[in-house]
T-cell receptor, first 118, second 117 residues
C-alpha cells in the first residue's frame, strides 16, 4: 500500500524568504502523480502544484517549485519570496497513474502547518 | 474558485440523525470523489464515482452511502450519526478527458462542515 509522510508538522518563515517543505512516499508503482495542496484558514483545499512521475523535469508554478527525486521517493515543495497569504496547511498527496486502474483516490500526508511571519 | 460547489456549508445535527450533503462538479467533469477530514484521522478517501457508476470505495462506513445522478451531481448520505462523524466533508471532481493537463487532477469544493451534537 502507498503511504505519504510529511515529517515537519509545523514550520515558519519570514516574509520574502524561501522555505522548503518535505514529503516522502512509499510505492511499488513506477508511474504515478504527486501533488501539493494548500489549505488556508478558510479550509478550502487548493491545488498548488502537480508532478507526473514519468517526467524528469521538476514542476514549477510561479513562486512554487518542487524537487522530485524518484529514486529517493522524495517530493519537496519550495516556496520562494514567501508572502503572508502563503500561511496555510500544506498537504502532499499521491495518486496512482490511470494505467494502474480505476481507483483515482488521493493518499494524503498529515500536513505541514506553515506560518509566514511579517 | 475551483468550480466545484457543495451545499450546505455548515450542518449541525444530533446523534442518530440522517443528513445529505450535495456536490456539483466542475462543468464537464465526469468523476466525483468524497473525502472526510477529521482532526484525529486526517484526510480519508470515502468513495469515487464516474459518470454515475461507483468506481472505488475507501474507508466509508456502512452507515454512509453516496450516489451520482444523471446530471453528474452527487450526494453523500450519512445516517445514524455519531459524535465521531463530526468532520469537514470535501467533494472533488476531475476530468476524464485528455485536455489541458488537467486529467486526473482533483479540484475541491469548499467543503461541508458537519457538527454532530
Amino acid at each position: 500500500a502507498q503511504t505519504v509522510t510529511q515529517s515537519q508538522p509545523e514550520m515558519s518563515v519570514q516574509e520574502a524568504e524561501t522555505v522548503t517543505l518535505s514529503c516522502t512516499y512509499d510505492t511499488s508503482e513506477n508511474n504515478y502523480y504527486l501533488f501539493w495542496y494548500k489549505q488556508p484558514p478558510s479550509r478550502q483545499m487548493i491545488l498548488v502544484i502537480r508532478q507526473e512521475a514519468y517526467k524528469q523535469q521538476n514542476a514549477t508554478e510561479n513562486r512554487f517549485s518542487v524537487n522530485f527525486q524518484k529514486a529517493a521517493k522524495s517530493f519537496s515543495l519550495k516556496i520562494s519570496d514567501s508572502q503572508l497569504g502563503d500561511t496555510a496547511m500544506y498537504f502532499c498527496a499521491f495518486m496512482k497513474h490511470r494505467n494502474a486502474g480505476n481507483n483515482r483516490k488521493l493518499i494524503w500526508g498529515l500536513g505541514t502547518s506553515l506560518a509566514v511571519n511579517p | 474558485d475551483s468550480g466545484v460547489t457543495q451545499t450546505p456549508k455548515h450542518l449541525i445535527t444530533a446523534t442518530g440523525q440522517r443528513v445529505t450533503l450535495r456536490c456539483s462538479p466542475r462543468s464537464g467533469d465526469l468523476s466525483v470523489y468524497w473525502y472526510q477530514q477529521s482532526l484525529d484521522q486526517g484526510l480519508q478517501f470515502l468513495i469515487q464515482y464516474y459518470n454515475g457508476e461507483e468506481r472505488a470505495k475507501g474507508n466509508i462506513l456502512e452507515r454512509f452511502s453516496a450516489q451520482q445522478f444523471p446530471d453528474l451531481h452527487s450526494e453523500l448520505n450519512l445516517s445514524s450519526l455519531e459524535l465521531g462523524d463530526s468532520a469537514l466533508y470535501f467533494c472533488a471532481s476531475s476530468s476524464s478527458l485528455l485536455a489541458g493537463g488537467t486529467t486526473d487532477t482533483q479540484y475541491f469544493g469548499p467543503g461541508t462542515r458537519l457538527t454532530v451534537l
